[in-house]
């Protein structure tokens, strides 16, 4: 079994900044991609960001393209979500998602099989 659990949401005012860590424990994986997901109140679950062991870019949904930033460090098992120029739109919960196999996307929520319980992020306008 793996744990995930997420820190550093919070309250911010639209325009600032946020950033998110997500702490793997547990099992290790080799092969792995991580992502961010958010979910806000009465709609989906919706994709954020995603990265695999072996890539140094980011696959970014285009809603937070040129505004969110995630990276990894792998000696730490951590990954992490550098939210800048944050908007209303944002506010969410914030889950980190682990994938332990291979896919072609990283999109797809139902394709991650551990998920962390999620951070608040809520942006005040």
């Known amino acids: 079994q793996v744990q995930l659990v997420e820190s550093g949401g919070g309250l911010v005012q639209a325009g600032g900044s946020l950033r998110l860590s997500c702490a793997a424990s547990?099992?290790?994986?080799?092969?792995?991609?991580m992502g961010w997901f958010r979910q806000a109140p009465g709609k989906e679950r919706e994709f954020v960001a995603a990265i695999s062991w072996s890539s140094s870019s980011p696959y970014y949904a285009d809603s937070v393209k040129g505004r969110f930033t995630m990276s990894r460090d792998n000696a730490k098992n951590t990954v992490y979500l550098q939210m800048n120029s944050l908007k209303p739109e944002d506010t969410a919960v914030y889950y980190c998602?682990?994938?332990?196999?291979?896919?072609?996307?990283?999109?797809?929520?139902?394709?991650?099989?551990?998920w962390g319980q999620g951070t608040q992020v809520t942006v005040s306008s």
């Open positions: 998602a682990l994938r332990t196999y291979y896919s072609r996307t990283a999109h797809d929520s139902s394709e991650y099989n551990y």
């Open positions: 547990g099992r290790t994986f080799s092969s792995y991609t």
